[in-house]
């Protein structure tokens, strides 16, 4: 219990402001019963006891959490506690209790229990948990929550095979929720939201046009163009953009850690966001439909000859392909040399694609050349995707300005400042670092060693101190470190080597 | 799923070793794709980009616009319909019946110019409720046999018009079956006009889409007549209403060239049409209407392009000034830290 008290303070799960409410099965009471030995009666009171404890701290949190600003709470309970507080009757109070807790802290517990406060606080609270653990007893702990991480490393690959996210080390846990949780979720969010957007756009603009075929059945676009719309023309623009979108770089997702409540909230998923998306693509196919139909009523170029089905519905093609594109262009948020390269092949391989295709396919038989002998082609590739694309850019400019987004505003804070990817190997520290960063960073270059102890969440000691004398770089000393060295029995000759 | 691993390499226990370090390390090898540290533009709409932006797209668009609007302008466009007023008083109440009886189909309409045209006039006959967009109706022809001899016998998307008597008809299909077959003649104070019916289809169309060695075989020999025939020595290449009639259109609504005159015609003249009113547009209330247009740089008479960019770009003029005046009414200053919603309602 001792020991897990201070290995939280250690972690600063706990500090000294906290309420601390202990429940321990250390107690005389509870002693006196298991000198006696006899198991049946020890139960009994052990449950009496663990009951009046747990009513006991409830009835004091009920109380700090009616004052407004009291003080945080922190439970700490053993296992042998926890075995009876997980009973059916009692499970209900340590869950209000733990919930109404900054931190809990169980020790000596057994995988099992491990596992069964998991699941207490998943069904009963209802929240989406993560457990995180690197033996093999953290296994069923891992199973039970929503999101198990295993942190691979010396006690074994256990955990790391149970898990759904694997990570080496337990800092890492930081950046893997709040850097990569958070961009995977902002652009599972984007993509599906696109993708049906893009769907919805180009299969509309057929709807619009079987009211006038007498409702036949008659397709708007040739075949190869609607197979190929999905696979070749649009999709590489959103793969590109699944992969490497970012709406605020790593290092200011960890500085604001709060940007994370955007995916709590589901702030790019609501009704209201996919609605906006329906109501975009209705929009551009209407007027994809409508602006190519209606002005190609009469004849095209200044030969007074008309065009036929095929044409209107290669430029009403290409229009939708460019527009779509573009689409994407400007729902990035940042936006690489490979978005670019995406986005212009898609519409090239659309160009080259339909210059071939209609030298080979009957009933499109040179469609594209004979469209593109028109002035009315090139105006209507410079009208019909600017005002598809209106809506969107009006919608965005409101939104952005008087609406934003929290890593909207974010974004804007930190715009003047660079990327900071300084990664040529030796220690170029820019001007841009303070003495700090350039210091950690100096650190970070050098040659590690492998941490033995994975599973614990401080760094291993010392060795940070050696190499970087070594090179010459000034470390502070660690407060606990030096208090480690102080209290080793052997004193040892400076300078220290790493202890194993 | 592994999240990125940052560097990490296992040294020698006291010795910094270099090269037994790289050897056993299981750092991934560093690429800037992998580790998503690829150089990006980081465009941010503000205020500025988003007036500018309109007042560049009405800047492109107002001219565009108004020099859309004035060739369309410029276009003289006179439509007359015919279909009802030329079936005699006697036969209006049967229509289907006038016009499916033999006999002579001759009308006359006399058109009033109403401006200055110059020449070329396109003549276009436009049929209105007649549905050359229908799925079976564009699915009934065969391409491969239009453009060569050896694929005569490949009519098996005709159906119903593939074969008449056992051999199969070229060209095949409902489309060329309905060829339209009513024929214009203009004149002027008794002065015949010369039409050319030459160059009214696509170049495209004549080279490469209908042979020249395909001929017209057993075409209209059926019981059911459903348009004009054709003339069985001139090879489909040269079957210039054919061509036309073969481009199905996009919309129910739409007009097809007949042809063109070569002479001017000045404002008050009257022009005499001298038209057989043959084809069938009665049994499905198709309308019929004869078209004679100048044609300019963009076209016909299409006031729709200018139009949708004088509109677009006053539209977007009008948005410039609009988000101006809200910007300057509700300031925000760019990156202002008290728009995040922690701060905004703290607890």
Sequence with gaps: METAINIAYACKLISNEMKQFIISSETDVIREVEERGDQVELARVMKEEVKKELKKCLEEAQQYFNTLSGPKLALVIDGKCLMYALDPSLRVMLLNLSLNCNSVVCCRVSPLQKAQVTTLVKKGARKITLSIGDGANDVSMIQAAHVGVGISGLEGMQAVMASDFAIAQFRFLSDLLLVHGRWSYLRICKVVTYFFYKNLTFTLTQFWFTFQTGFSGQRFYDDWFQS????????????????????????????????????????????????????????????????????????????????????????????????????????????????????????????????????????????????????????????????????????????????????????????????GYLRAGGLEISNHLTPDEARSFAISQLPRETSKHTGFAFDSPGYESFFAAQQGVYVPQKAWDVVRRASMRSKAKAPLPPKR | MDSNTPPSSSAAAGSADPSAARRNSKRPKYSRFTQQELPACKPILTPGWVISSFMLVSIVFIPIGVASLLASHNVVEIVDRYDTVCIPESARNDKVNYIQSPGDKTCTRNITVTKHMKKPIYVYYQLDNFYQNHRRYVKSRSDAQLRSNGSADDVSSCEPEDKSNGQPIVPCGLIAWSLFNDTYDFSRNGQQLSLNKKGISWKSDREHKFGKNVFPRNFQNGSLIGGGSLNSSLPLSEQEDLIVWMRTAALPTFRKLYGKIEDDLQANDVIMVTLENRYNTYSFNGKKKLVLSTASWLGGKNDFLGIAYLTVGGLCLFLAMVFTILYLVKPRQLGDPSYLSWNRNPG
């Design chain 1, 228 to 419: 190929l719309y999905n696979v070749m023309f649009t999709s590489l623009p959103v793969i590109i953009y699944g992969l490497l979108e970012k709406d605020v770089s790593a290092s200011l997702s960890k500085k604001y850690p709060q940007l994370y409540m955007e995916g709590i909230r589901n702030s790019f998923f609501k009704w209201r966001v996919v609605a906006m998306w329906a109501f975009s693509a209705i929009y551009q196919s209407l007027i994809f439909y409508y602006f190519v139909t209606d002005s190609t009523s009469t004849g095209q170029n200044s030969s007074g000859k008309m065009f036929g089905l095929w044409d209107v519905s290669t430029v009403a093609f290409t229009c939708v392909v460019v527009t779509v594109n573009l689409r994407l262009l400007m729902m990035c948020n940042s936006m690489t040399r490979w978005h670019y390269i995406s986005v212009g092949g898609s519409v090239l391989a659309w160009f080259v694609f339909v210059f071939v295709y209609s030298l080979i396919r009957e009933n499109v038989l040179y469609v594209i050349y004979v469209i593109m002998s028109t002035f009315y082609f090139y105006l209507s590739f410079l009208l019909v995707p600017t005002v598809a694309l209106l809506l969107d850019f009006i919608h965005q400019g409101i939104q952005r300005w008087f609406f934003p987004y929290d890593y909207q505003v974010v974004q804007e804070i930190h715009r003047n400042e660079p990327d």
